[in-house]
């Protein structure tokens, strides 16, 4: 029990010192349906994900813009999110017949948990699509898991931090010779040998 507990703290420190929050990530979905999907960061929790993708068993491919809120669970490598936008899909025709229903177009929500480790970001989501036209129905129940590859990982916020812990050093420096400084003087008698014999 001892081992498994320790292993676990281990496991846990090590996703912590991994972890690299993401400007932008790009990779694979695979679940209801299948496609790809791009993250990028606008703000310090807020993202947009594009996603392309096919049904699986529909014969029509989808674009969903969306807008999500991420908040994390202790380690900032692991969050959940939630958000919403717009889709828009495209039925597909064998070129003989008429397409069985008219192209989709509607709302779409979604919340989902996601983890990075070094450069990689996986989520898993529950992604609803609510069709205000169109579709082969009026709800789409999809699911999916998504795999990403970082392409950049987080600069603005990071280099805030940086430039902000860089100030704080270049201000302790300075600090730290002004002090020596001022001790120098008061041992060398205010910075002027009034001992005018001891200059020749």
Not at 59 to 69: F, V
Not at 113 to 138: H, L, M, Y
Not at 183 to 188: I, N
Request: aromatic share 10%; with cysteine; charged share 25%.
């Amino acid at each position: 029990m001892k081992k498994l507990v320790l292993t676990c703290i281990a496991l846990a420190f090590f996703m912590q010192l991994s972890a690299q929050g993401y400007d932008t990530a790009f990779g694979l979905r695979l679940g209801t349906e299948w496609g790809i999907t791009l993250q990028q960061r606008l703000a310090k929790r807020i993202t947009v994900e594009g996603i392309i993708q096919s049904g699986i068993r529909r014969d029509e491919t989808t674009i969903t813009g969306l807008i999500e809120r991420h908040y994390p669970l202790g380690p900032r490598n692991i969050n959940v999110y939630l958000g919403g936008g717009l889709h828009k899909g495209w039925v597909r025709s064998n070129g003989t017949d008429p397409a069985p229903y008219e192209n989709p177009f509607g709302i779409t929500g979604i919340a989902g948990a996601e983890i990075s480790i070094g450069r990689i970001n996986a989520s898993w989501d529950f992604k609803p699509a609510i069709n205000v036209t169109g579709g082969e129905q009026a709800v789409y129940a999809q699911t999916a898991v998504s795999v990403r590859y970082v392409i950049n990982k987080r600069k603005i916020f990071d280099n805030k931090n940086n430039n902000s812990k860089d100030r704080e050093k270049a201000r302790a420096k300075r600090k730290k010779e002004r002090e020596k400084a001022k001790k120098k003087r008061q041992k060398e008698g205010g910075g002027f040998n009034w001992k005018i014999w001891e200059n020749f």
